[in-house]
């Protein structure tokens, strides 16, 4: 323990660095146990696109989506997106939704804009386009 205190003391600012490295994992696992917006795997999508008739949401640009999106995805252009215009899915408001980016990390935000718009049951793809693709799951081009 007396090296502890020591190393701690001859290298303050390596053991801050440390000690921020950990609280900021802290803060991401604490806050994404806490969101109401939910992070699904590739299967558990899959799931809920065969049982449950999910509809995707595919925010990428449309070049992007041009390039492969998952089956029976809808596009949503990012300036709705941006202006949280989903007039479009009014009717898939109780339905379950996937929003799907490219890596996983916008789609939170729109998850939850959606929610606050009042659709109930929505999620994110965990890894986004490129864990679809990285399962070898179908894409549509």
């Given at each position: 323990m007396q090296q502890f205190?020591?190393?701690i003391g001859n290298h303050y600012l390596l053991s801050s660095a440390w000690i921020a490295l950990m609280v900021l994992l802290v803060y991401s696992m604490v806050s994404s146990k806490l969101?109401?917006?939910?992070?699904l795997g590739t299967h558990e999508v899959t799931m809920?696109?065969?049982?449950?008739?999910?509809?995707?949401?595919?925010?990428?640009?449309?070049?992007e989506f041009k390039k492969g999106h998952i089956l029976g995805a809808k596009q949503v252009p990012a300036?709705?997106?941006s202006k949280g215009d989903f007039s479009t899915l009014e009717n898939s408001k109780d339905k379950p939704i996937i929003v799907v980016?490219?890596?996983?990390?916008?789609a939170k935000r729109t998850a939850a804009q959606m929610l606050k718009a009042g659709f109930s049951q929505v999620s994110v793809l965990k890894g986004g386009?490129?864990?679809?693709?990285?399962?070898?799951?179908?894409v549509a081009k």
């Open positions: 205190i020591e190393f969101s109401p917006v939910k992070e809920l696109m065969n049982k449950q008739d999910a509809v995707v949401i595919d925010i990428r640009s449309q070049n300036e709705k997106v980016c490219a890596m996983g990390m916008t386009m490129n864990a679809w693709q990285s399962a070898n799951l179908p």
